[in-house]
């Protein structure tokens, strides 16, 4: 019986998102003509709205803490762990301040929604070496606009019992070359609305996204050791609250 309304309710998520993306697409085509920062300033504004219309409609929300941790005037590498396809459309709307992330390029691909995609987004095609390399100098780009990055350093969903798969390099790499402090965030729930390997599932719950205090880097520190750290502070993080939300 769950799996049945499941899939209505998938039915219905489907078709708020393709009616409500129509005069996204349009309005967020049109502010390309905005120089940045400014652009990714209201990108996020824009994508905000459409997101909290988006939960509205179709039965969810999203409970956020420790944005106090968000310095005024400061820049972040924030690093999310990465369960669902429901993670995006919290992070990047939802995180003070304007900031991307980085993107397969493929997704952009995808009719009117790509727009929107390359909009927020650093593209990069993990198996050409030079996008991996010219991604990472976009990266840099971004910082010193002072607008923050948003990563999952898991790579992909993570698919496993573990609370965190292991990570790479490429944000504490990031991070180390440039001085940012990390910021570690943890998103809670997605899978139950989004599940990876169910089809044409979605549930409505509540959701969570939860800032901790910012890694910063010290003189001494590597990128391995700096990895290291914030995946230890995100995995006990995660399985202390995981169950008590």
């Not at 609305?193 to 969570?208: D, N, R, V």
């Amino acid at each position: 019986m769950k799996n049945l309304l499941a899939k209505i309710f998938a039915s219905w998520a489907l078709l708020v998102f393709i009616i409500t993306l129509l005069p996204v697409a349009l309005i967020i085509w049109m502010i390309g003509l905005i120089a940045e920062p400014r652009r990714t300033q209201i990108f996020r504004k824009i994508s905000k709205a459409w997101m909290l219309l988006f939960f509205f409609l179709t039965g969810c929300s999203l409970k956020i803490k420790g944005k106090k941790n968000f310095k005024p005037g400061e820049k972040y590498i924030v690093v999310c762990n990465h369960n669902s396809l429901m993670d995006v459309p919290v992070t990047t709307p939802f995180i003070p301040g304007a900031n991307k992330t980085i993107a397969k390029a493929e997704m952009a691909k995808i009719p009117l929604f790509g727009l929107i995609y390359k909009r927020g987004s650093i593209l990069v095609d993990r198996k050409d070496r030079d996008s991996r390399r010219g991604s990472f100098s976009k990266m840099k780009a971004v910082l010193n606009m002072g607008i923050h990055m948003c990563i999952y350093p898991e790579g992909t969903r993570n698919r496993t019992d573990l609370p965190l798969k292991e990570f790479h390099d490429g944000a504490f790499r990031l991070s180390i070359e440039t001085g940012v402090p990390i910021l570690p965030a943890l998103i809670f729930n997605t899978k139950k609305i989004l599940p990876p390997g169910k089809a044409f599932y979605f549930w409505p719950s509540q959701m969570e996204m939860h800032f901790l205090p910012p890694v910063h880097v010290t003189q001494k520190e590597n990128y391995e050791s700096l990895k290291i750290k914030v995946h230890d502070i995100m995995s006990l993080y995660y399985i202390e609250f995981a169950n008590g939300i």
